[in-house]
């Protein structure tokens, strides 16, 4: 099993960036996809993005496309760089992990969670 860490959520104004990261420890071989969910109050999880330290891929929702960029440091760390936020992105930010091969959008391909953290975006 993998354990992972989410960090550098927070307060931000519209138009402004935000980092966060993720820590992955446990059972790590490098073997495995990356993936950023968020959920905001009210409304389902969503896909943000994903990547693999493997071979580099990555993979972008639709509504992020463009402004957030997913990329990993090493097999365990991950970042998502955030960009030009909207009151819209606010939400809780999940990491999330699973086995190789292919990157996926969907939340029930990943079978280890971060804890989340939350970003606020100010209008």
């Known amino acids: 099993q993998v354990q992972l860490v989410e960090s550098g959520g927070g307060l931000v104004q519209a138009g402004g960036s935000l980092r966060l990261s993720c820590v992955a420890s446990?059972?790590?071989?490098?073997?495995?996809?990356m993936g950023w969910f968020r959920q905001a109050p009210g409304k389902e999880c969503e896909f943000v993005a994903a990547?693999?330290?493997?071979?580099?891929?990555t993979y972008y929702g639709d509504s992020v496309k463009g402004r957030f960029t997913v990329s990993g440091e090493n097999a365990n760390t991950v970042y998502l760089q955030m960009n030009s936020l909207k009151p819209e992105d606010t939400a809780v930010y999940y990491c999330?992990?699973?086995?190789?091969?292919?990157?996926?959008?969907?939340?029930?391909?990943?079978?280890?969670w971060g804890q989340g953290t939350q970003v606020t975006v100010s209008s």
């Open positions: 990547t693999s330290w493997y071979d580099g891929n």
């Open positions: 446990g059972r790590t071989s490098g073997n495995y996809a």
């Open positions: 999330a992990a699973r086995p190789l091969p292919g990157l996926s959008s969907l939340p029930l391909e990943y079978n280890s």
